[in-house]
């Protein structure tokens, strides 16, 4: 059993600098073409030594660390000097930082004065760290938002951005409260949506949708007899039906919804297997009572598989199972953007997906997947593709060329460039 984020007695720990691997913008270049590459490094060249911090609250799990793991190096590559933090947390922040995420999202949250005080104490140890002078800090979501008012570093010279990545349209009332004057001492806050911004907020507003790396290991071509064997590898019977579900082990995801979907599918389809990955975050301590929960639910259920990124299935694994599985499904309930959504279709995988959050801008109903709310309506679906193959390489196909057109990662870097240059 893999072990729970660390809870600490000793205070607060050192903020950790996050290493990526280097990446090449040139590489890009026969995925997206030369038009994209020119304007890109036009945008780069007049912000060339640029100094920007990235802060988020985890280097791996989640569409934060999957953005920036690629975003970091682009912009590096294109000239910009770029370095990425985590703000380091124990079990008692990440747990508050958690619900803030939830509350966020509307789930009803009550903030005590001890977490409210242990949440200031844990970013007044990091912004105390800040010695450095950047010219932008854009601090990714609710866990290091109080940085920018607790800074004393690069006060009057630094631009600071809040980006937030969750389905923040209707927020609890006390999540909200707590939330709103730190984050209008920003600069400027990006959203994902229009109707992503919460009601009132007093600061300019620049919206961003994400947007995946074609070339990462959980994105780039693999060859069909390698992505069975990785999937055999992990218990797939690559002869029969699979149905996937890739993303956190959350309550938004809804991964016990997915299960009543593969049950009732089942009922038409004997032999299809569900194969259910959660990539357990650094700063999501609330996945692991998720995770108990599935187990105990799928015991003596040999044909669904519980896989985990602490078992070794990580990007490649993803890559592999995303490409094999006859259907994909993302049971969303809300969603800030649904990162694997666009990752599934761009291997042209057909996915039945929530109609939540980004996930309808990603995929048009009948078009390029399925969209679908209640569990009836997601089996169904399933049902359908399962029975009508040629349809569902059909919708995956036109899935994957709307990928292509939107939500590849030079579009968001190039919108990141010029997000940067607007601030300065
Ligand atoms: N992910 C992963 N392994 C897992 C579960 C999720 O690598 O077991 C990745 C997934 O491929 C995607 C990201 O985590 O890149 C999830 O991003 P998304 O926007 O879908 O949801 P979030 O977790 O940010 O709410």
Known sequence: MPSRP????????????????????????????????AGIREAAAELRGARILELSSTATGGGVAELLTSLVPLQR????????????????FFEFTKALHNGLQGMPIEITDQQRA?????????????????????VHDPQPAAVRELATAGKGHTRWIWRCHVDSSTPDPAAWEFLQPLVEQYDRAVFTLPQFVPAGLSIPVTLIEPAIDPLSSKNRELPGYLSRETAAELGIDISRPLMLQVSRFDPWKDPLGVVEVWRQARASFGGLQLALV????????????????????????????LLTNQMGVTAHEVNALQRVADVAIQKSIREGF????????????????GRAGGIPSQLEDGVSGRLA??????????????????RARELGAAGRRHVLGNFLITRLLADHLSLIADVL
């Open 118 to 138: 242990e949440y200031l104490s844990h970013n007044t140890a990091y912004a105390a760290t800040l010695t450095d002078t950047y010219d932008v800090v854009i």
């Open 77 to 92: 590559d294109v000239g910009l000097d770029v370095e990425w933090d985590v703000i380091p947390g124990d079990a008692d």
């Open 338 to 353: 649904g990162l694997v959504v666009s990752e599934t279709l761009w291997k042209g995988t057909v996915i039945v997906a």
């Open 278 to 305: 959660g990539a357990m975050a650094g700063d999501d301590p609330e996945a692991w009572d998720i995770y108990r929960q599935l187990e105990a639910e799928l015991a003596g259920e040999p044909d669904c598989h």
């Open 373 to 390: 709310t209640e569990v009836d309506e997601f089996a169904a679906a399933v049902c359908e593709l399962l029975e009508y193959p040629t």
């Open 6 to 37: 660390g809870s600490s007695t000793q205070g607060p720990a050192r903020p950790q600098r996050v290493r990526v691997k280097r990446k090449a913008l040139e590489s890009y270049r026969r995925v997206v073409g030369d038009e994209a590459v």
